[in-house]
C-alpha cells in the first residue's frame, strides 16, 4: 500500500528536497505541500494524507496547534503526524506529543532514517529521535514527582505487567527491546501495549508515553 505523505514546511526549498527525495521511494507519494499550519489542516483532509511531515516554526498557526487540530478532528483520526524540527527540545518534544504527533525528528536526520520513520509512524508506531528521547528523559528526571497516579483515567485498569511495559514504552525501547529485558517475545509486549492504549485512550505509543509521564510511572532505568 502507497503510503500518502504531505509536507508542511514554510520554507519552499526544503518542501522541494524532501519531495524529490520522497517520490523516488517505492511505496511513498508526496500528495501536498503546505506553507503554514492552517494550510495543513485542510490539505490533511482534502489530499488524503497518510502521514503528515510537520516543521514547529511556521507563520501564522505553527506545527503544534496544527498537529492539534490534526489529531483532535475524527474525520483525521488515521493520519499520523511526524514532526520535523531544527529545534528538539524538551518542551517543544513534550507539546508535540500532548498534541498527538506519532513521531518527532530533528531537521539534521539522514534521508534513510526520515524514509523510515515515514513508515514506522504510517504503521501507527512511536518514533522519537535519540535527541527528542534524552529531552523528555531529562526533563522527567529533573521535574519533582508529580501526583499520585491513580487520578490519570485508566491508570487503575492497568495491569502490573501493563503498567512496567508502559514505563519502558516511556523509556523509549522498541517493543524487541523490551521483550529482551522482560525475557518475552515481541509479541508479547506488543499486545500488552495494545491493551494499554485501549484502557488509557491513546491513539499510539506516542500518547502513552504522555500518559505514562502524566501518571508518575516509575522511572525504569535499564
Known amino acids: 500500500m502507497t503510503i500518502r505523505v504531505l509536507l508542511a514546511d514554510d520554507q519552499a526549498l526544503l518542501r522541494g528536497t524532501f519531495r524529490l527525495l520522497l517520490d523516488s521511494v517505492p511505496g511513498i507519494e508526496v500528495v501536498g505541500e503546505a506553507s503554514d499550519g492552517a494550510e495543513a489542516v485542510v490539505l490533511a483532509r482534502s489530499a488524503q494524507a497518510d502521514v503528515v511531515v510537520m516543521d514547529i516554526r511556521m507563520p501564522g498557526t505553527d506545527g503544534i496547534e496544527a ?73 522527567v528526571v529533573q521535574e519533582p514527582d508529580p501526583e499520585p497516579a491513580v487520578t490519570v483515567h485508566g491508570m487503575a485498569d492497568l495491569t502490573e505487567r501493563e503498567r512496567q511495559i508502559t514505563s519502558l514504552v516511556a523509556g523509549g525501547l522498541s517493543n524487541a527491546e523490551i521483550g529482551q529485558h522482560l525475557f518475552i517475545s515481541p509479541a508479547t509486549v506488543k499486545t500488552h501495549v495494545n491493551r494499554a492504549m485501549m484502557k488509557t485512550s491513546a491513539r499510539d505509543r506516542a500518547q502513552l508515553v504522555v500518559f505514562a509521564f502524566d501518571a508518575g510511572l516509575p522511572r525504569l532505568r535499564l
Open 67 to 139: 498537529t492539534r487540530r490534526i489529531c483532535a478532528d475524527d474525520a483525521l483520526a488515521g493520519v499520523k503526524v511526524l514532526i520535523l524540527t531544527t529545534f528538539e527540545t524538551d518542551e517543544l518534544v513534550v507539546s508535540a506529543l500532548r498534541a498527538g504527533a506519532s513521531g518527532f525528528l530533528g531537521k539534521g536526520v539522514e534521508p534513510a532514517a526520515l524514509i523510515d520513520a515515514i513508515r514506522t509512524v504510517a504503521e501507527g508506531e512511536q518514533l522519537l529521535s535519540p535527541a527528542a528521547t534524552r529531552a523528555l528523559i531529562e526533563r
